[in-house]
């Protein structure tokens, strides 16, 4: 039962779920705000349950469309589809039946979310197809991530406010410009670091013909777009710090991101295999982790916000 789970578990290399899920918690614990960030369990367990599902199904999606391209390709030809320890009927099973789980999991939140959710599942698998057409796929699966926030908010909230409330103008905190604020974020995150775990198949990708925007401008090029994408992604977390009006705790948090950042574009100006999988993995997993830990850290726990004054 171990090997079967670990089996699954790793060809939709359920590990990266610690790139979306701390952002999908961060904001569902700041659309908590008015009860100190906890939405209750039942909602808890059904956005990690939907974030789960949509993942597994993008990433099964993708296995089964690329597996002619993983077959070739020296880096990937030992998944599990290429080397046939998964079958694509069974492939193609659990796929279903992981967009089945989202969205009976979207309908137990709410309507809106159930509503929803057919267009999150398009969007995301989606993204496994724009490699063949657009050069920038890296966007589309800076979206296909960005729906994470964005969902959890709504699964908590249950609508779409564009508007501050009347008691507060100049608040913002309870509108949806929160969540699309930390979804851009998201997508400029995603960008970069796609970017930098692109140059490790730019010699393949040309050859086959797919498209990137590190095959487009070439890895030096593409690096420089990914660190102004990164650059970007951090002014606008800043952005979303000043819409929820966080303190001290939080810019001290962003700095330490800054720096995870900047480490991680020094890793990968070397292009070798190890640094690219350490600033791609370990160094995002790093970013969103700390992410969350201060986000949790100004909502939940006001008595440690620390004040400029």
Not at 193 to 218: N, P
Not at 227 to 238: E, P, Y
Not at 279 to 287: D, E, I, R
Request: net charge positive; proline share 4%; charged share 15%.
């Amino acid at each position: 039962m171990f090997r079967l789970l670990f089996k699954w578990s790793s060809f939709v290399k359920l590990s990266h779920t610690i790139f979306a899920l701390p952002f999908a918690l961060a904001a569902m614990v700041v659309a908590a705000r008015e009860t100190q960030g906890w939405p209750g369990w039942r909602t808890f367990l059904l956005i990690v349950a939907a974030m789960f599902c949509a993942r597994t199904c993008a990433m099964a999606f993708n296995r089964i469309v690329d597996r002619q391209f993983d077959a070739r390709n020296p880096r990937t030809a030992g998944r599990h589809l290429p080397q046939g320890e998964i079958s694509v009927a069974g492939a193609w099973l659990f796929c279903l039946l992981a967009g089945t789980g989202l969205i009976a999991a979207a309908g137990a939140l709410n309507p809106l979310c159930l509503r929803l959710s057919p267009v999150a599942l398009f969007l995301v698998c989606f993204y496994s197809l724009t490699k063949r057409f657009t050069d920038f796929t890296h966007v589309w699966l800076g979206v296909a991530l960005a729906l994470a926030p964005l969902g959890a908010w709504i699964a908590v909230q249950g609508r779409v406010e564009f508007m501050p409330r009347p008691e507060g103008l100049l608040d913002l905190r309870h509108s949806v410009w929160v969540p699309l604020v930390l979804a851009l974020a998201v997508v400029l995150w995603l960008v970069g670091f796609d970017i930098i775990y692109a140059t490790q198949d730019y010699e393949f990708d040309r050859k086959e013909k797919l498209h990137s925007l590190v095959v487009r401008w070439g890895p030096g090029n593409a690096l420089a777009v990914a660190f102004l994408a990164h650059l970007f992604m951090w002014s606008v977390l800043v952005v979303f710090g000043l819409l929820n009006q966080f303190r001290l705790a939080y810019w001290m948090g962003l700095m330490l991101i800054l720096g995870l950042l900047l480490m991680e574009h020094l890793l990968a100006r070397r292009r070798d295999v190890r640094s690219i999988n350490a600033a791609f993995f370990k160094l995002n997993g790093t970013v969103s982790l700390v992410f969350l830990v201060i986000v949790i850290t100004e909502v939940v726990f006001p008595w440690f916000r620390l004040r400029w004054y």
